[in-house]
């Protein structure tokens, strides 16, 4: 079953590399993709907060208040973004946006669990195990889509945005790792984590990714990406259905 598990991970993480394509196209063309796509990250992280992570969460709640962790996960990206616009930014001008690196950071949560969840449910068979890779591949892929989006929309190159996207997927391998070894006793974590998460993926969303696609001077350029936005927020919803 470890193999299996950990298998399973690799073949998750290995998803991050889908925007390997975007490498044959011309920055002008890349320029215009990565804009829709942050628009379809953005409904894609609210859509994974509030239809998949925080009724997760709420499902195996126990005692724990998972409103609270969704807070305590909204300030915590903030005081991150505060801290990396001092680093990053000097004057107003920046390099590289703050958000590139909280949506880094957020994905290596999600990922991190999405591992733990695979692990877990390889104990349970390998057929629940194959279904459960299968769930998560299917939110993953639009996922890692936009995530790339954002990081080269926020001043990362090609290369470096797919190697630092790999990197965050990575940890659903380190994840495997700790589900299936220690998944008994951290289980009684896993519903503050997903609505800390949660909440990283909503302030993400709302505090960055929106306010540039409102922000948008081309009309037609930012309907088109208030659709794919939508397009986002559907895709979750839909893939919540194919995950039970």
């Given amino acids: 079953m470890f193999w299996w598990a950990i298998g399973s991970t690799i073949l998750v ?37 509030f239809l998949h992570l925080i009724p997760e969460a709420a499902e195996k709640a126990g005692g724990i208040n998972i409103y609270l962790w969704v807070i305590v996960g909204l ?26 690196y909280l949506n880094l950071i957020g994905d290596g949560f ?21 279904i459960t890779t299968i769930a998560v591949i299917s939110h993953e892929i639009p996922q890692e889509m936009g995530d790339f989006g954002v990081l080269v929309y926020g001043g990362f190159t090609k290369t470096k945005a797919l190697f630092f996207n790999f990197l965050s997927a990575l940890t659903a391998v380190a994840g495997a790792f700790i589900g299936f070894y220690f998944y008994r006793h951290i289980e009684g974590s896993v519903p503050a984590l997903l609505a800390f998460t949660a909440g990283g993926f909503i302030y993400v969303a709302a505090s960055d990714l929106i306010p540039e696609l409102q922000h948008q001077k081309d009309t037609k350029r930012g309907n088109i990406a208030f659709v794919f936005f939508l397009g986002g927020l559907v895709f979750m919803w839909a893939a919540r259905f194919l995950g039970h």
């Fill in 13 to 49: 993480s290995l998803i991050s590399l889908v925007g390997v394509f975007t490498l044959a196209i011309s920055d002008k063309v890349l320029k215009k993709l990565v804009f829709l796509l942050m628009g379809f990250s953005a409904g894609a992280l609210l859509g994974g907060a």
């Fill in 75 to 100: 300030v915590a990206f903030s005081i991150l973004e505060r801290y990396f616009y001092w680093r990053h930014c000097h004057e107003g001008v920046c390099d590289v946006h703050a958000f590139t």
């Fill in 110 to 130: 999600h990922n991190l669990i999405d591992g733990m969840v695979i692990a877990a449910s390889y104990a349970a068979g390998i057929k629940v195990g194959i």
